[in-house]
């Protein structure tokens, strides 16, 4: 076994698309969530070091890129079936680690199965790091649902989505990260345009009145 | 609640995509598998009605028809997560029921409770219509993986599946619909062409030296 | 001949999509439109039912399944083409009807071809199940259009297609099923959200003040 | 009635795509065809205008840019439909140019309706000119099946859209610009490589071992 | 060197994408944009004639029809670096020019070399066609960014777009053509309606009322 | 100004696609090429420190992530129109740098500038980390040329990308973890089946002769 299996796989992630079963304007794959949940966390990290939180950057980092690598061999189980009952909750949080441990075992060369072990174990724990990972995954899915609403998705589920994500980003308002984001960067995301159909009319008259 | 959210659903059923985490020539819609397992069902059923079998027409299209329908609440859960243990799998079964039953029970209005719990319970049971289901919805995983080989797809993935859909089928050998498939249908999938680069270069030069 | 081919070309209809030369939000195929009108027609089917009708279901999912196949090999001709003149019309119904017959006799074995000469024929006759397909193939496409103004769509063909689906439809309105529709699932349709942006703050507000 | 509905309506042939009801690894619409018809045709006339012929460009060019146009209201008929009859074949004609003669009449403004009655009409007539568009046609059919094939389409009806086409384009060898397309052309697009994978395996040799 | 790769390179502007980095409803590709600017310069061309004006249709088509084939090799450089300095548009011009002519030289056979150098040089001089290429440009991206607008896109850049594409459009008002456009062909855009919502549910009231 | 543009421009980074201009079975977006860079530059990471080598993490995460956000503004300027002159590229790079630090300057708050002005900078400097950075970016290259190859991609230019990649990693071979690359993985990815059809017959005879 070596690392060519691994590198391949990275591709897979390409093709998992995010929130299968609804119409969407933009899919999200997989690899590209988990881009831009590593750039939040960068960011919000940025926040709690101006803040003088020491910031362990290679743990946050590496918490946010891997934190989604696990789907390509879990599948996307839906939230009722997860949560159906705290011992079904287990026992599928026991598969996982069972077929990562596994895949660490089978698929990786030995020098590389401890930091394997690490970066593909959970990783939203009590940590600073841990933290930002919750909340940076949840910004993410947030700014992905008001993308739909914006631009005029009817599904009523992303506004479910928005709901639950802006609740548990709220549930970590301790932190300065947080803080930030609710004062300075959701209001600029609810100011935003909707559409821009008024304009287009005033603009066409304020160039062709001056022709 | 009432039929209206029903058949909205039936829409998200065109954008859950089959297998996913694997680069495919050609996407599977849900409803497209469905539409395509219940024509193989129609023609299987053809067969063993032609052999002398008792065909219940109605048990078989339901059957068919509506056997992936839950997929929409339970979502895409890997088959090493699902057999990882007896016990984990009769819970995903149980939840599985539970979800679906409250589905039936708030969702649809009384008058429809009866149908949909039957067409919406597990369909392959060892009934002459549970049997044909079983085997239809391999003919069509069947076809899918041999699309994409037959198209170059590298992924060994589409091998796996081909194999393990086909081994299936031949486990209901005792069904003269399954002899029919394995004598009159699988040899012309293999005789299928993979390429028509050859013959392009011949049709050139018969076309070209006539004129 | 065999029925490999038969297998094989259900995956065309995977590939062609309704509604050829306009914009559109959502595409689908004849495969997915034809899996939606049979679970329509199985409703319908219900209610006729429920309200004492006989129902063929045999034949209703038989038709409703099959309605649109030979769209395979008639292609689509739009309706301005298809309604010319009387003549016209009668001609391309019996270009129809001999290019379904050439396939009958020459893609199908023979004992097939009995079974898809009833399947491939007209399904929308006068019977109770004939007027279930016609009224289904219409509330499908109801729903199609619906969808496209619901997101925005500015074209105004899908306003004339829904209205001329729901002409259609009221034309059955002798039927129960009809007036079920009318009553109990058209109003639930006109009352569903067209955006989400208004609630969108307020859930905000609600969350973020409650911290 | 005005030109905006004109120009709006030039974005429904990108809407439009080719041979509805194959699989395809490329799409092309109907608006991207015309513009490779036309800088095909373009080409054809600067041979036959290098060979001494006398080409009238503006009518080059414009039979070539708007020779799918009609399909717009038309749609896709199939071949075998279209071609039943002598007499269906003459009657749908009709009906195109009478759909044609509506347009223009009904939703052109009156100075534009001499210029679209000739772009909208046939174009494929006995000059110089519809004869280049016959063959300019072909070309880019030819060209697109050929695509298929070389990427390692399976289906069949490639081969035969291309022998029709090669077919077609025989037929005009008196044609200096066919003569030119024949044995200047086609042996370099005979002569593509089908595959890379050989070289592949060659390169890295070469690279790595100068390492 | 021949034409068939000149042939094949058509089929590469079906691949690229205008305006990458921005969501969009609707993707155009470079090959779909030069089919409807050819379009649009004829129509703006029969307005010029109409008024008097002597038009070289040669020149027109051939300028519309090959404005941006170069864009093939030039790549997608974005406004800002472009227009950075004076000295770095030049120096991009000169690059634009050497990669043209390097193309001429030696990928075109010597026969066409005459034709393309013309054809693949800047279109938009001050001649009578140049100014229509300039103009038509504009309308189809005005025509693109209204499109994204009125379907409901919230990103700013297509009102900017808008905004400048008129501006520019604008700037030729001393064209008769550009006078037609902004006097009978804008005002129908602007009257067009931006969603069909109110009249579906007026629609249904009527249809269901009569029955 | 405030990072909530800065959050959203990570969704334009999903909309750029590499590679503009020619034909993919697989379209890789700017985003999910930053999340495999940064996957690769982690295991070329893991593989230098187990050498002995002293590894800034915090650097290599860095410097991965965001290698390629400028692409946002600046556009995908093709490599001959880059590399055509020694002044140009400085010029280019001018541009760049400027275009960036306006950026940083207006559109970022103060406190984030500092992060930001480090990592936008070009990241492939002399250090170790911008040593793994350069190689991490072929690699990815290299796959993805390696991907549209091995699925029978006939356009040459990927078997050009794939040797220019290969080389550019050729010459970083002084590494250690280059070394690991080309003689632990890349023969794994050449050793990869380019089809499976051969063993689809295989297989077929294996599991219908047993039974």
Do not use: C
């Not at 690598?69 to 069972?98: C, H, S, W």
């Amino acid at each position: 076994m070596g690392m060519h299996q691994y590198l391949k796989s990275l591709s897979n992630l390409e093709t998992i698309h995010r929130a299968p079963g609804y119409f969407k304007y933009e899919e999200h794959s997989v690899a590209a969530h988990s881009f831009k949940v590593t750039q939040i966390a960068q960011m919000l990290g940025d926040i709690e070091e101006n803040a003088g939180q020491k910031v362990d950057w290679q743990a946050l980092y590496e918490k946010a890129l891997n934190h989604d690598y696990t789907e390509r061999f879990i599948g996307d189980i839906k939230t009722p079936v997860k949560y159906a009952t705290p011992t079904l909750r287990q026992m599928l949080a026991d598969v996982d680690a069972n077929l990562t441990e596994n895949f660490i075992q089978n698929e990786l060369p030995a020098e590389f199965q401890v930091a394997y072990r690490r970066r593909l174990s959970e990783g939203k724990d009590n940590s600073l790091e841990g933290r930002i990972l919750s909340v940076a995954d949840k910004v993410d899915l947030l700014y992905e649902s008001f993308g739909e609403i914006q631009k005029g998705n009817p599904e009523s589920v992303f506004t479910e989505i928005y709901r639950e994500s802006l609740h548990t980003i709220v549930g970590f308002v301790d932190m300065v990260s947080v803080q930030y984001f609710l004062q300075k960067i959701l209001p600029d995301l609810l100011a935003e345009n909707f559409t821009n159909q008024e304009e287009l009319r005033q603009i066409t008259r304020r160039i062709t009145d001056r022709k």
